[in-house]
């Protein structure tokens, strides 16, 4: 149960750290093409990398589950990202197929552009989770600490 909590917490984490990097990319049309619409794109993009996100990290906790950050390769962490992209890209065209429309024109057009955006964002997250870990204190993994091999631990 305490390692089903953490990878929910971790796919909550991933979810809004996503949303977070699509939310600032949402405001790339409006400052650099100067687009103009109703529907608050920066928003769209969040919401769209909360559940990228979050999806990703179900993918990569069913494929990847007991590797950890320093086994996997970057080439491989995107592909998985890419995956996770292409099946968030088909549940939105699937839900956009109830409405009507054509169903493989919608998915040519958003699956490549969510696949290399998930892929990216999967890349930019092992290389953070890499540094992260590499700037850890040396006790905060369980390993004995300076004062705990020199006996003055509590």
């Known amino acids: 149960m305490k390692n089903l909590l953490r990878r929910i917490r971790g796919a909550i984490g991933m979810g809004l750290t996503w949303g977070a990097a699509w939310f600032g990319v949402g405001f790339v049309p409006r400052w650099v093409f100067g687009i103009e619409t109703d529907v608050p794109i920066p928003l769209v993009f969040g919401l769209l990398g909360l559940v990228a996100g979050a999806t990703f ?11 950890t950050f320093e086994q996997m390769s970057l080439p491989r962490f995107a ?16 839900g956009a197929a109830l409405r009507g429309g054509s169903v493989w024109a919608e998915f040519l057009l958003f699956g490549p552009a969510l ?34 091999l020199l006996g003055r631990g509590d």
Not at 81 to 91: F, H, W
Not at 122 to 140: I, K, N, T
């Open 57 to 67: 990290s179900g993918v990569l906790a069913l494929t990847e589950g007991r590797r």
């Open 79 to 94: 592909g998985w990202g890419a995956v996770g992209g292409l099946l968030l890209s088909g549940i939105f065209v699937a």
């Open 115 to 148: 696949a290399a955006a998930s892929a990216a964002c999967a890349a930019g997250s092992l290389a953070v989770a890499r540094w992260a870990d590499r700037r850890q204190l040396p006790g905060s993994r369980g390993d004995p600490t300076e004062s705990e």
